[in-house]
Every structure is written in C-alpha cells, then in structure tokens.
C-alpha cells in the first residue's frame, strides 16, 4: 500500500521545484509540502476503499493543488485575497513545471477552495480533494504551533 503511494507520489515530489513548498508556510508551522503531502495521502487512502476513482489523476492534483510557490503570509500587495486566487497561479505553475495536466487534475487544482471560490468541482477527484484539503487544513490547524 505505502509503495503504491510512494510509486504516484515520486515523479512529482523528486523535483527541485516542488520540494521549494519546504519553504512557504501554510496553515500554523505547516509547510505547503506537508499539507499537500498530506492531502495526498488522505485522498488515497480514500480512495482504496472506492470505485471508478482516477488514483493517478487524484494524487498528482492533491499534490499540486496548492503548487502556488509563495507564502501567503508576507505583506505583498498581490497575496490579498489569497484564498480566493491561489488555485489559479497554483495551476498555471503545475501547467508550467509538470506535463500532460490533464481534465481531472485541473478541475482538482482550480476548484479545491469551493465554496470559498464560486465553482464546484466538476469531477469525483475533485470533490475529493475538495473534502480532504479541508480535513488535512483543520488538522494542520488543531496541532500546536512548532510541532511540525
């Protein structure tokens, strides 16, 4: 099981460009690597348990759904409405950094923050890491600061 994870996970996380999301904190002490690792992890275990699930498509836009390369944190004019932005500029870094994002993987990375954003997502997948961002964000949160 841990090896099928590890398998998806390595053509993306072995990159010197998304292993940079080490840097950027996201929720408390949390890395932006973290959490989507753990986003990842969630929505796989997931979906081992359910059918007609696309696990390749699931995992690569869990791992990138938050593939926005900044901490939201810093006082910058262009981090304002971060919430609502991000899964934009995360997109248009995956379409850049990573090949063949597909329909599926999209849909994950572009509707992740709904009902924060307007749209739903459109897929299964989707809807799945829609629900566990939001699970792995209140964990994230509910550790104490510094224990990550």
């Avoid at 348990?49 to 810093?74: F, P, Q, T, V």
């Avoid at 910058?76 to 991000?86: A, M, P, T, V």
């Avoid at 923050?113 to 964000?137: H, Q, R």
């Amino acid at each position: 099981m841990l090896n099928e994870f590890l398998r998806l996970i390595r053509p993306i996380v072995k990159t010197s460009k998304y292993r940079l999301m080490k840097n950027y904190r996201h929720h408390n002490n949390c890395s932006t690597y973290s959490h989507s690792l753990k986003v990842a992890y969630l929505c796989y275990t997931y979906a081992l348990k359910h059918k007609n699930i696309d696990l390749k498509s699931l995992i690569r836009g869990a791992l990138l759904h938050d593939y926005y390369l900044y901490d939201w944190h810093d006082k910058e004019s262009w981090h304002r409405l971060h919430g609502y932005k991000h899964p934009k500029f995360s997109y248009q870094n995956a379409i850049k950094d990573y090949e063949n994002i597909n329909k599926i993987e999209k849909d994950i990375i572009l509707h992740h923050m709904f009902p924060l954003t307007i749209n739903p997502p459109k897929t299964k997948e989707g809807w799945i890491v829609c629900y566990f961002d939001k699970v792995a964000s209140f964990l994230d949160y509910k550790k104490r600061k510094g224990s990550h």
